[in-house]
């Protein structure tokens, strides 16, 4: 293909001074929330309702915003190993939004505080008689060498957020720099990294899930866990990306991001919805079928009451109507179209995040609660506003690419 | 050329074009002067080709649709009537009833793109009138190298704009080399 009449385009700022009024009431609504939030959580007793429902609020809104940017840090790594031309134009939103994942480390933090109310593994072990279940899987969460024992659960989740954070940052600076001088050499070298990067990413992506979001139930194990949250990870990143992008667009950058770019990201939305469904189904099937207490008590939680009616709303809203909308080729290609369910599944992966963790402390049907949207507002427009005040530290697309005119005259 | 050969009518005229570049530029050139009977072949697929032929989105993919529905439908109904109501059986001390299904499912899956690929893989034969033993492009002897290296472009003599003196002027005009007319079989 001969690319010699396109016309490289200019670098583009973003330029945030103009949002200030936007930039203000995110960071009020976020800080308000965090305080208001933060206070009543730690001010209430341990073990009280109220305390224990600020715990798994704030757990349910740390997993929703940390899956969503480990699946934006998946598609850089993924873009970068498959050796990808299509989205160099858009490659830099991925960087920006995964880049945000060393502030999750911040909002990790309340966790630490709660964890005798949210991880209970941590108080049964204390109790005189130990659960047999616990005592074979109390290695896990920490080593034992005698009389030393090295907190194992707390290592993990500090060289997972080392990794997540170093990676990220790594691949927005290195990108950023390419920017400046335009070798080559850096697109080989980012590639290079991503290949050890999707092993760590799939052992971290999988500890984490064990780790924070299943074991309060300890007792609970599935092979497909850390799969499955990975699943959902990738769509709604993939989904955030896409409105990132069309936002941008909206307000006049990124003016050359097309109808094929939305294709392939719509192609890739589909994917990761069939593959959500694929392996949430693999995960029940499996369990259904083998019928061991154990691995049963965990949907049997998630289908007492009214959570059977979200779970049931979830296969279909989380799988079969995104299928069958994503199934035709114009609601990829249609910019609204391709928005409107971006939000959708944004909406979906809500709920099932929601379905994850509430279970654990309403065993009787939802109940919900304040915190569940304190919690949720306390994060999101924090980050949405260190998001957009980092837009303008960078070009919005990597400039010098030696692969942006391939993926300016992309076609599907 | 032998007299032989003059009296069998033309089938089309052919031209070579040295990249995948080339081949795309002229397509877009033949699409825009108007032909209608034409077609590129070059070794490989080259992206964005339809677009500059100028065709239309095919109708292969409702098609597979109907054919991947058909097989789901096949599969529910070749489980569900016999499992639930023909002859009940209690496995696992699961109960019968329509919420037993998970079973079902990789069947249904299953049914569902082998009827889907079968549906795509005839659709393509029937679509492309396969299988074929013969086809006028071999009597000419260069075509070989198409699988190989070599870019071409046909405009076929049933194009209404077609005449045997003005395509192939047009064809050398737009940078085809070695523009050849080429008979039918007789």
């Known amino acids: ?412 | 050329m032998s007299a032989a050969s003059l009296s069998k009518p033309a089938f089309a005229v052919i031209a070579e074009f040295p990249s995948a570049g080339a081949l795309y530029e002229a397509a877009e050139k033949v699409r825009d002067a108007g032909f209608r009977f034409w077609d590129v072949h070059s070794p490989f697929e080259i992206h964005g080709m339809n677009k500059a032929m100028g065709l239309g989105k095919s109708t292969l993919g409702y098609i597979i649709f109907c054919g991947g529905f058909l097989g789901f439908t096949t599969a529910a109904l070749l489980e569900f009537i016999p499992s639930s109501y023909l002859f009940p059986l209690i496995v696992h001390g699961k109960p019968v009833n329509f919420y037993t299904n998970p079973p079902f499912f990789p069947i249904m899956f299953e049914l569902t793109i082998l009827f889907s690929a079968f549906t795509a893989f005839f659709g393509v034969f029937i679509m492309n009138r396969l299988p074929r033993m013969h086809h006028p492009l071999f009597n000419y002897e260069p075509f070989k190298r198409v699988t190989n290296d070599a870019f071409f472009l046909v405009i076929e003599s049933v194009d209404p704009k077609f005449s045997e003196i003005g395509t192939r002027e047009f064809l050398e005009g737009i940078g085809g080399k070695e523009v050849t007319l080429i008979y039918a079989n007789d």
């Not at chain 1, 858009?90 to 920006?96: A, F, I, K, T």
């Open chain 1, 1 to 412: 293909m001969r690319y010699e009449h396109l016309a490289v385009p200019r670098p583009e700022i973003f330029e945030s001074r103009n949002l200030n009024r936007i930039l203000l009431a995110l960071l009020g609504v976020g800080a308000c929330s965090l305080l208001i939030t933060l206070i009543i959580g730690c001010a209430a007793p341990g073990g009280s309702e109220l305390r224990r429902q600020f715990a798994f609020s704030w757990l349910f809104a740390f997993l929703y915003f940390f899956t969503i940017l480990i699946g934006c840090y998946f598609w850089i790594i993924v873009h970068h190993s498959t050796d990808s031309g299509w989205g160099i134009v858009v490659r830099r939103q991925m960087e920006n939004l995964a880049s945000l994942i060393p502030w999750m480390v911040l909002f990790f933090l309340p966790l630490f505080f709660v964890r005798r109310d949210i991880w209970n593994w941590i108080t049964a072990k204390e109790s005189p008689v130990i659960d047999p279940n616990l005592r074979d899987k109390l290695s896990y969460f920490e080593l034992r060498f005698g009389s030393l024992v090295i907190p194992f659960f707390w290592v993990r989740a500090v060289l997972c957020f080392a990794y997540f954070s170093f990676a990220a940052l790594y691949f927005r600076r290195t990108s950023i720099r390419q920017d400046s001088d335009g070798d080559p050499k850096w697109s080989v070298q980012m590639r290079g990294v991503s290949f050890p990067g999707i092993l760590l990413f799939a052992a971290c992506t999988t500890l984490l899930a064990f780790d924070w979001f299943s074991s309060p139930d300890y007792r609970w194990a599935s092979t497909m866990w850390g799969v499955y949250i990975f699943a959902g990870a990738a769509g709604a990143g993939m989904a955030t990306i896409i409105l990132v992008v069309m936002g941008l667009k909206n307000a006049g950058y990124l003016r050359f991001v097309n109808e094929e770019h939305y294709h392939i990201m719509g192609k890739l939305l589909f994917t990761f919805t069939i593959f959500w469904g694929y392996i949430g189904f693999a995960q029940y099937m499996l369990i259904w079928y083998a019928n061991i207490p154990e691995e049963t008590e965990w949907f049997l939680r998630r289908n007492v009451e009214s959570w059977n009616v979200l779970s049931t709303f979830l296969v279909i809203g989380r799988f079969f109507l995104p299928f069958l909308y994503l199934l035709f080729q114009y609601t990829k290609r249609n910019a609204k179209f391709l928005a409107a369910i971006s939000f959708w599944i944004l909406g979906m992966h809500v709920l099932d995040t929601y379905i994850t963790i509430m279970p654990f402390l309403h065993e009787r049907g939802f109940e919900l609660s304040i915190f569940d949207l304190l919690a949720l507002l306390s994060i999101g427009p924090l980050l949405a506003f260190i998001f957009l005040r980092r837009l303008g530290g960078a070009s919005l697309f990597p400039s010098q690419d030696p692969r942006l005119l391939e993926s300016l005259k992309l076609s599907n």
